[in-house]
């Protein structure tokens, strides 16, 4: 019983989150779209085949977590982001001559192994006391590499808070081809997206 009153409180709480929060940025056909399929939930009876077998939660069906897991969708989205906000990203050098393998997949050169020079494009950003942030990757002109050794397309961001600061790192990668293998120049766009200097971040945060 008492987790079928813990149930009814978590409903209850995203419900209220809910109908007070409101972001204009979101499409309302995702989020009728969310309620639609909680409606018919809520019509749903619970049967054998939807009780739930997991002894730790002997109480609550597949059914209510399906519910759950719907009303926990629709306040995210619902949840008021400030931004996006744009700002622009220092590229330095960080490493030099590693080799790397590169296809001719993503690249104009020849498959092989060449001798690259790295770079990273970052900045830190002050947020308000208390704020959360997010990268919005999709809306910048160009990503590099979250990781450049294992060639992960993203932006690496870290949040870090202090008695007096709020701080919110971004970072992305790129690779510029120097020679072959046997030493000699290449001329070849950085991968993955080509020369960074000027990209510019775009980042939201919540209070």
């Given at each position: 019983m008492?987790?079928?009153?813990?149930l009814g409180v978590v409903i209850a709480l995203l419900f209220l989150?809910?109908?007070c929060t409101k972001d204009k940025n979101i499409p309302s056909s995702d989020i009728e779209s969310l309620k639609a399929q909680l409606k018919q939930l809520n019509s749903a009876q619970v049967t054998e085949n939807t009780a739930i077998t997991d002894m730790s939660a002997p109480f609550i069906s597949q059914i209510d977590q399906k519910k759950l897991s719907l009303l926990t969708k629709i306040n995210r989205i619902m949840v008021p982001w400030?931004?996006?906000f744009y700002v622009t990203g220092t590229l330095q050098l960080v490493a030099i001559n590693q080799k790397i393998l590169i296809t001719n997949t993503e690249s104009?050169?020849?498959t092989g192994y060449y001798f690259c020079n790295v770079y990273a494009l970052s900045k830190e950003v002050d947020?308000?006391?208390?704020?959360?942030?997010?990268v919005d990757a999709n809306l910048m002109t160009k990503n590099g590499y979250s990781n450049w050794t294992?060639?992960?397309i993203g932006i690496k961001f870290a949040q870090g808070t202090g008695p007096t600061s709020n701080k919110f790192g971004m970072t992305t990668y790129s690779v510029l081809?120097?020679?072959n293998i046997v030493g000699q120049s290449v001329s070849a766009p950085a991968l993955p997206a080509g020369d960074l200097t000027g990209?510019?971040?775009?980042?939201s945060y919540v209070l």
């Open positions: 008492k987790r079928l009153n813990s989150s809910i109908s400030e931004g996006p104009p050169l020849p947020l308000p006391a208390g704020a959360l942030a997010r294992t060639k992960e081809p120097m020679t990209v510019q971040f775009a980042y």
